[in-house]
């Protein structure tokens, strides 16, 4: 009897040991993913600034015509930086950017419609963020970031509060991280 309690014991502390292990290996996957398709909008943005001369939006007027009102919606709906990633989708896709022209085409997991707005999902199914006008964490272009597998951010647009970028939560993955 007390070799079969000590069979069943390893066996559960085994597929303890499986079951973690594929855990840190699909959150791993899921972080490498969310890094290449960072990688992947950040050089269609670059080839979009070439063309029209600055990051979407070109200016504010110029992309009011989408009739954004996330206002009242979850939190990372009506937060700014979220909003503007409508705004990297349109740009890219063609849809409203001054030439038309298609710099990067999305799947069906990577945006949903809300409120009638495309709003980019990263990998985790988060919005990404998206800060072309006053970036702080990156302030050479433009902040676009995943909050991560929290789903909680420690972006901020208060530039007052720059240190809380890093000290809220360590699981943001951004373009200023290299």
């Known amino acids: 009897m007390i070799e079969l309690l000590m069979v069943i014991l390893i066996m559960l502390i085994l597929f303890g040991i499986v079951v973690g292990m ?6 791993k ?16 943005l670059e080839a979009y600034k070439a063309d029209q ?9 110029a992309f009011n015509n989408m009739n954004i009102n996330l206002t009242g919606s979850a939190n990372y ?7 503007s990633s409508a705004y990297i989708y ?33 990998p985790r199914g988060n919005p990404w963020g998206y800060n072309p006008l006053a970036p702080i964490a990156n302030p050479k272009s433009f902040d676009l970031f995943s ?10 647009t208060n530039s007052a ?18």
């Open 53 to 61: 001369g600055a990051y979407p939006p070109l200016d504010a007027a």
């Open 147 to 156: 909050v991560g597998k929290d789903g909680i951010s420690g972006y901020t």
């Open 90 to 122: 349109r740009a890219l896709t063609g849809s409203n950017n001054p030439s038309g022209k298609v710099y990067m085409t999305f799947n069906s997991r990577q945006h949903i419609i809300f409120n009638n707005t495309d709003i980019l999902l990263d």
């Open 29 to 44: 996957a899921l972080q490498n993913q969310t890094i290449a398709e960072l990688h992947t909008m950040e050089v269609s």
């Open 22 to 27: 594929s855990r840190y290996v699909s959150d």
């Open 77 to 83: 709906y009506s937060n700014p930086a979220w909003t």
């Open 161 to 178: 509060l720059v240190s809380q970028i890093y000290s809220i939560t360590n699981d943001d993955i951004g373009n200023w991280q290299r």
